[in-house]
């Protein structure tokens, strides 16, 4: 196959789509906007910088806020040459502790050329930390030995040094300390000798005069004239759990005499908006933090933000004006996910390109949401453990032979089968009917209840959206924890399955039961 360039890609500007891109101007979050200006303003007006928790369900725009404000202070800042801010930027999602939080912000800096002469500071003896076996508190050694290193002094001061060296310069420097110096010095090597006191030998007295030097000719701001900040912002929080070291040492380090250097800062982001309740005591009294929740963005917020970004990602007339409504509506659905809508328009787009027009149509955009859906219902089926496989397994072989609604004493025997069978062990019933109600939770069963007076309360339960065969491949893709089998499919299931046959002999079920066995 060779590769041409689609002639009528609806596209004009994809990156606008993507998940790290921030909006020249952010929709519909005025009143979190300016919450989160108050905590940066502390930075602008040199003062003690102030801590946050952000909280919102995912897609209300929590991220984005925070980088745009960043931006913007940014920007500020540099109309003010005595304030110096350092933004570190940790989602946390892949992570499950603060001691890989930690090690993960340590390496961001130490695997960077930019910031070499952290290794020359911190004298670790290796390149990046391992992953695992360092012991905690050496860990958060070296993490609060790099943070106190994130300066103006060894920044912005140093990259000046190196940058503007060159051969006047050296004339200028070698006339001020009245000796010559080595023709292959580079400016990292002076920068390094001044600042360092490595390399390159140079006296006390010497250093001191090449940096009034530079004072001087370059109006540089001299390192104590300027105070240093040092943002930790940890995206996803809640993914570190409840044992929260770095929550707790990162606002305290200054006082407990981790870093003096800097002024330290948390801002933490959640979507769980349990999780201040679940941290620990200590971290809240440490944090002082100030509180921004993010509610979900209603219908027309959402068309607003979607118009917004596919007036820049598509051509002009390259998507229906029934699209992004549509969009809108699904994302909508999704508890005001923006997110979700902008992946739809970024599937949609990549679907309507395969057309001849290439125009995004509404079906573009249904035909994106049936596939979201499915790969999130294949996720969450597939996370599920054990026994809550084979307790969805009892409910789809019922569902086959139209048993469903089915009650939970009516299933509870099925699912016993299939768990000794192929698990050497089951779970009572009253465990069963907690992982019924979990299911139900997350849209696999349809819960369905079926009181009809006095000693006949319960519930009934379906499959709700699960396709057959999504279910045939988990199954048959799972390496049991217990017991002898190679998979979790019941035998009784399969045969019930390949059962479910059409007038040509091949039913859809059987065309996934056989594309399971292929993989």
């Not at 360039?5 to 596209?11: K, N």
């Not at 952290?118 to 390149?127: A, P």
């Not at 027009?357 to 049936?370: K, M, N, Q």
């Not at 399955?497 to 859809?508: A, I, K, L, V």
């Amino acid at each position: 196959m060779t590769f041409t360039r689609t002639e009528e890609s609806p596209f004009a500007n994809s990156e606008v789509l993507a998940e790290d891109y921030i909006p020249e101007r952010v929709l519909g979050r005025d009143d979190e906007l300016d919450e989160i200006s108050e905590v940066f303003q502390q930075i602008v007006d040199n003062e003690q910088p102030v801590n946050a928790f952000i909280y919102g369900i995912s897609g209300t725009g929590k991220t984005v806020s925070v980088k745009f404000k960043q931006q913007q202070l940014e920007t500020a800042l540099q109309q003010y040459n005595d304030v110096h801010a350092t933004f570190i930027y940790q989602n946390c999602e892949s992570l499950s502790s603060s001691y890989q939080a930690a090690i993960a912000i340590a390496n961001e800096f130490l695997s960077d050329p930019a910031y070499d002469y952290l290794h020359r500071q911190l004298e670790i003896g290796r390149e990046t930390l391992p992953g695992s076996g360092l012991p905690k508190e050496r860990v958060y050694d070296i993490v609060f030995e790099t943070l106190d290193r994130l300066t103006y002094r060894n920044t912005t001061y140093r990259h000046t040094i190196k940058e503007q060296y060159d051969e006047t310069v050296k004339s200028n420097i070698e006339a001020t300390i009245g000796r010559e110096l080595p023709s292959r010095l580079s400016g990292e090597d002076i920068a390094t000798s001044v600042l360092d006191d490595a390399g390159y030998s140079l006296s006390a007295r010497e250093r001191e005069q090449i940096v009034d030097l530079f004072h001087e000719e370059y109006d540089l701001q001299p390192p104590d004239a300027v105070t240093d900040y040092v943002t930790v912002i940890l995206d996803e929080v809640d993914r570190i759990g409840t044992r929260d070291e770095l929550l707790y040492e990162i606002p305290r380090s200054r006082n407990t005499g981790r870093v003096e250097n800097i002024l330290p800062s948390v801002i933490g982001i959640s979507n769980d908006i349990g999780y201040k309740e679940s941290i620990q005591s200590k971290t809240d009294s440490s944090l002082r933090l100030k509180e921004i929740t993010f509610k979900k963005y209603d219908a027309s917020q959402l068309r607003e933000i979607l118009s917004q970004r596919a007036s820049k990602a598509f051509k002009d007339g390259m998507i229906d004006e029934e699209a992004i409504p549509l969009a809108a509506a699904f994302a909508r659905k999704q508890g005001g996910d923006a997110r979700y809508g902008i992946d739809l328009l970024q599937k949609a787009g990549m679907k309507a390109k395969k057309d001849e027009e290439g125009t995004v149509l509404p079906e573009h955009v249904r035909s994106a949401h049936e596939e979201k859906e499915r790969d999130r219902v294949y996720e969450v089926t597939d996370d599920l453990s054990d026994q809550e496989k084979l307790v969805l397994a009892a409910i789809m072989y019922h569902d086959l032979r139209d048993e469903t609604p089915i009650s939970r004493a009516d299933l509870y025997p099925t699912y016993k089968r299939f768990s000794g069978s192929l698990l050497n062990n089951s779970n009572v019933p009253r465990r069963v009917a907690d992982y019924l109600k979990e299911m139900s939770q997350l849209g696999l069963v349809d819960r369905q209840d079926a009181y009809k007076g006095p000693g006949e309360s319960g519930f009934k339960y379906a499959l709700e959206k699960v396709e057959y065969n999504m279910i045939i491949q988990i199954l048959g893709d799972t390496n049991p924890t217990s017991g002898n089998a190679d998979n979790l499919l019941p035998v009784e299931l399969v045969d019930t399955f390949d059962s479910q046959g059409t007038e040509d002999g091949t039913s859809p079920q059987q065309a996934g039961l056989d594309s399971w066995e292929r993989s």
